[in-house]
């Protein structure tokens, strides 16, 4: 069974930058198209960025320019650069398949954008 382990979350101020990392066991990374997801109290959770196979990116058009997806097969880990963060960046984040099918949950990684 895979499990994806998200990490890196914390309180930040706004303007400033994080990265989150996922982990999963496997060569999920180089099989899968894999995405970034967040949950926002009270609102659905949302896809964010993706990464295919052959490393194509997309971005939800509300963190274009500022965040950057990238993975590294070698080490069976994905990566999210947070720049220029905003109060409504604050989420918890998840990594999983790009659309989520198959695999669970993680239990994600809390970003907070506060001053």
């Known amino acids: 069974q895979v499990q994806f382990v998200e990490s890196g979350g914390a309180l930040v101020q706004p303007g400033g930058s994080l990265r989150l990392s996922c982990a999963a066991s496997?060569?999920?990374?180089?099989?899968?198209?894999m995405g970034w997801y967040r949950q926002a109290p009270g609102k659905q959770r949302e896809l964010v960025a993706s990464?295919?196979?052959?490393?194509?990116?997309n971005y939800a058009d509300s963190v274009k320019g500022r965040f950057t997806i990238s993975r590294d097969n070698a080490r069976n880990t994905m990566y999210l650069q947070m720049n220029s963060l905003k109060p409504e960046d604050t989420a918890v984040y998840y990594c999983?398949?790009?659309?989520?099918?198959?695999?669970?949950w993680g239990q994600g990684t809390q970003v907070t954008v506060s001053s």
């Open positions: 999983n398949r790009s659309p989520p099918i198959l695999f669970p």
């Open positions: 496997g060569s999920i990374f180089r099989t899968y198209a």
């Open positions: 990464i295919t196979t052959n490393d194509m990116t």
